[in-house]
Nanobody, 125 residues
Framework: QVRLVESGGGLVQAGGSLRLSCAAS????????LAWFRQAPGKEREFVSAINWSGGRTYSADSVKGRFTISMNKEKKITVFLQMNTVKPEDTAVYYCAAGSVYSEAYKDFEYAYWGQGTQVTVSS
């Protein structure tokens, strides 16, 4: 059974940095894409960034390009990271890790079958 556990959220000042981690287990993930989504209060969940298991191709939302970087560590424990730099108050949200098929649409949340519980990120101005 696929399990995704996020960590690393917290309170950070605008302009600062934060690194989120997602520990993934329960699958080989060989045909998978792992992604980060976020949901701010009163708003719909939105795509942030994704990475393919094989090949490492990455995808990012325009709102975070040049500021956020997704990466993955496959050694021992499978971990997906989201390095968040130059954060803004509008980055405040619950951040979710998700896993889905590499053959599906990368930007659509309904394409992802597995989700973590989320980690809160709050950016103060």
């Amino acid at each position: 059974q696929v399990r995704l556990v996020e960590s690393g959220g917290g309170l950070v000042q605008a302009g600062g940095s934060l690194r989120l981690s997602c520990a993934a287990s329960g699958s080989t993930f060989s045909n998978s894409r792992l992604a980060w989504f976020r949901q701010a209060p009163g708003k719909e969940r939105e795509f942030v960034s994704a990475i393919n298991w094989s090949g490492g191709r990455t995808y990012s939302a325009d709102s975070v390009k040049g500021r956020f970087t997704i990466s993955m560590n496959k050694e021992k424990k499978i971990t997906v990271f989201l390095q968040m730099n130059t954060v803004k108050p509008e980055d405040t949200a619950v951040y979710y890790c998700a896993a889905g098929s590499v053959y599906s649409e990368a930007y659509k949340d309904f394409e992802y079958a597995y989700w973590g519980q989320g980690t809160q990120v709050t950016v103060s101005s």
